[in-house]
């Protein structure tokens, strides 16, 4: 097998891993098409891998250091055929085997030359991997550990070359248990954690120093012995950075090893093949700190496609510790149970020698800030180093404060726990969507955006509320924690809920939650007809106001109860609208147009969706699908039609002052029409973005950045979409069109 194959084999293999057993076969049979060998070798590997027990969380062998590469059992079958059992290698005689992976086997031995007396593992390649590429990482992984020599890392002893050829390594004989293993059933407290954790920075520390990065940090490649002495193990993946510890041996192509990470564990410049550094240990550690201190897992990746855990690893930002220890759901593989989530989270609160209230005040905070340090998505913004982060533990577990790092500008850290700037700051998430009479294009999927969206819309209206836009709680799905996302998009409560509907009823259940408690300060359940979803809007947009802040006043009362239109039919369309709208896709956009002019046709006074027109020629000018001119004008007369039925429409407004920019280059106009649309609603996004936009082609930069609040409204609004919509890219050139200084634009690969 060339190094080539193998590492398709193994690319193809990991993948498969992530998916649950029943879809193995069917990815199998689509990705390796008619390479019937192909399809023999990853299955083979499978066989291994199902046969060698879970790898992560159960080495057998009395929990010894390299027991988790395989299951007892099949090891016990497989000795009696081990041409190897028995056999001396140099000064050692091979007793048996304790562990085996997809490409490697170790066994237990003992010296046998007199000299004196020592029990060792030794580590060889398996016969029929024994490939160049194989060859080369093994060799490599034994140089590696040459030059490692620290107490709290497993020592290399010895090595050689077997008779046949295959090189081997010869390493000291750990007893000991996995981390997660020793630190539950010892019952150690989150300060024991701890110190155990920094003998493992410091192991780390060590090897970077040497310039060697694990890549591979994870529960099963740290062990601890009785004594409390963890050691660290498994550099088989390990990255060079000092080209002349290697010696002759030829270096692996980074992008190879990318392959073999254990996708839990890895950091987002891992998943994106991006180049390593010791950050990417120090993000690894973040993953392993967080699990060691909670008992959960910082992301959702089970069932998932790979593709889809990629995303989540750079993309989604883990809840902070000290709340995920509140929640039943994404547990650590030993905790899940068939027990009720009471008693399992009881479990994890004891083998922590805590209960909630000691581990949550331990938790918050430093300990807070330290974890999620680690785990930031940009490696610059991270701890630099092992070493720091070790550092603050110590100025944690001393009760010194701990180091002041800059927050990232860009990355989940701000999009995360924004500090909160009023005290009513809302998000309202979609709705989820329960047994729902699906039928094509009238299905009522559109429901539980739709309806968010139009109580965002009702209760961005009173100004005291700090309403978060529809575009930044898009990605919380239905299988999204509502608290979660409240810290995530740093709000003070957040409404949650379900929607069902069967033949002509709809039945919603609501609840709004306190954030910073997790209590239900109201909850409400409403069963309609499906032609009152008008007066559902208006019941729940109500208490929902109500609870946040008791004494409404008159204006504001009026304003929560003003209705776009009164005809259930247009509000339905209009909804339809929003729904395809906010998939910002070109299939998306030209669904909610054809719903926005079926609104009109029902109720030809609709301010809303003549406002939802001219948005959609706007935006089309913006992507510069058609010439802005021709855009603009037809933009202009949607949202003069619009203001012209509602007076005091922000959203009709906004529209109007991007196409008269847009279309007259009036400048002074503009900006009146759009600072008119920001006094009506404050909370309206689109308005600031516009706004914030035309200050920037005006050269007004620090006016357009201060207006925009970066990152809270117009890079949070970016990011919550990762990359640009279907069917665009993002370009740097300038507009052409004279009096315009327009650095970033983005532009459509094809006409929507």
């Known amino acids: 097998m060339t190094p080539e194959r193998w590492q398709q084999v193994e690319a193809i293999f990991q993948a498969a891993l992530d998916l649950v057993p029943e879809e193995r076969g069917q990815y199998l049979s689509e990705v390796c098409a008619d390479d019937v060998s192909l399809k023999s070798d990853v299955e083979n590997l499978l066989l291994q891998h199902e046969s060698a027990g879970n790898l992560l969380e159960e080495p057998p062998y009395g929990e010894t250091e390299l027991g988790a590469l395989g299951s007892l059992e099949a090891m016990v079958e497989a000795e009696e055929d081990d041409p190897l059992i028995g056999r001396r290698l140099g000064a050692y005689r091979i007793e ?21 007396q020592m029990r060792v593992a030794i580590k060889l390649v398996k016969r029929g991997m024994d490939t160049d590429f194989i060859l080369r990482r093994f060799r490599t992984e034994r140089q590696i550990l040459a030059a490692l020599d620290h107490p709290h890392i497993a020592h290399l002893l010895d090595g ?79 990255k060079l950075l000092n080209p002349d510890l290697a010696g002759d041996i030829t270096r692996d192509p980074t992008a190879t090893a990318m392959r073999l990470m254990t996708p839990e564990y890895a950091s987002p410049e891992q998943v994106q093949g991006a180049p390593t550094s010791p950050t990417t240990d120090v993000y690894s550690l973040g993953v392993l700190l967080y699990e060691l201190l909670t008992g959960h897992r910082p992301y959702r990746l089970s069932n998932r496609a790979p593709h889809e ?25 030993k905790f899940v149970s068939t027990d009720d989530e009471a008693t399992t989270l009881r479990t994890i609160y004891a083998t922590r020698s805590a209960t909630l209230e000691s581990l949550r005040r331990d938790l918050s905070g430093a300990l807070d800030s330290i974890v999620m340090r680690a785990l930031r998505k940009e490696p610059e913004w991270r701890y630099q180093s092992a070493e720091q982060l070790r550092d603050d533990i ?71 509320f700090a309403v978060r836009p529809t575009s930044s709680v898009l990605r919380y799905g239905a299988d999204s924690d509502p608290l979660v996302a409240g810290h995530e998009l740093g709000v ?37 007809k499906f032609t009152d979803v ?64 079926q609104a009109i046709a029902l109720d030809p006074n609709y301010a809303l969706a003549y406002a939802g027109i001219a948005a959609y020629h706007n935006w089309l000018g913006s992507f510069t699908v058609l010439p802005f001119a021709e855009c603009s004008a037809a933009a202009y007369d949607a949202a003069s039609t619009a203001v012209a039925l509602d007076p005091t429409l922000a959203e009709g407004y906004a529209a109007v002052g991007q196409a008269t920019l847009c279309r007259d280059f009036a400048w002074a106009s503009a900006e009146r029409q759009l600072l008119h649309a920001i006094e009506l609603n ?71």
């Open 394 to 464: 110590t100025r944690y577990l001393e009760g010194s404060p701990i180091s002041v790092l800059p927050d990232s500008p860009f990355g989940e850290q701000n999009r995360r726990s924004q500090p909160i700037s009023t005290e009513n700051s809302l998000a309202v998430l979609p709705l989820k969507l329960l047994d729902l009479e699906r039928s094509s294009d009238s299905g009522p999927d559109y429901l539980g955006t739709g309806l968010a969206d139009a109580l965002i819309t009702r209760l961005s209206a009173v100004r005291r």
């Open 682 to 752: 404050p909370n309206y996004s689109a308005a600031r973005i516009y706004y914030a936009l035309q200050l920037a082609m005006e050269g007004r930069f620090t006016e357009s950045v201060h207006e925009a609040k970066l990152p809270k409204i117009w890079i949070r609004w970016l990011l919550s979409r990762a990359s640009p919509p279907s069917g665009f890219h993002i370009t740097r050139d300038a507009s052409t069109r004279p009096g315009l200084r327009v650095v970033k634009r983005w532009k459509p690969s094809r006409r929507i």
């Open 309 to 333: 855990i990629a995303r989540v690893i750079c993309e989604e930002a883990p809840a902070p510790p000290s709340f995920i220890i509140t929640r039943p759901e994404d547990l650590l593989p």
């Open 96 to 116: 048996r085997e304790v562990g085996r992976g997809g490409m490697g086997a170790v066994y237990e031995a003992i010296r046998v030359d007199k000299e004196f």
């Open 534 to 597: 008008l007066s559902l809007e208006d019941a729940i947009s109500s208490h929902v106001a109500g609870a946040i802040i008791p004494h409404l006043s008159g204006d504001e009362r009026l304003r929560l109860a003003k209705r776009g239109t009164n005809d259930p039919q247009a509000h339905e369309a209009y909804l339809r609208g929003r729904f395809y709208w906010n998939t910002f896709t070109e299939d998306g956009f030209a669904r909610a147009i054809v719903c926005y002019h």
């Open 492 to 528: 003070a409560f957040v409404l949650d809920g379900r929607v069902r509907r069967a033949q002509e009823r709809i039945r919603v259940t609501v609840q709004l939650l306190s954030v910073r408690d997790g209590t239900a300060m109201w909850a409400g359940q409403f069963d309609e």
């Open 160 to 238: 050689g070359t077997t008779d046949d050829g295959l090189p081997y390594f010869v390493m000291e004989y750990i007893e000991g248990q996995p981390l997660y293993n020793y630190c539950d059933e010892h019952q150690l407290s989150i300060a024991e954690r701890l110190k155990l954790f920094k003998a493992i920075c410091d192991a780390l520390h060590y090897a970077h120093q040497k310039q060697v990065v694990h890549r591979d940090i994870k529960p099963s490649n740290v062990l601890v012995t009785s004594e409390g002495v963890p050691k660290l193990l498994d550099f088989g993946i390990a």
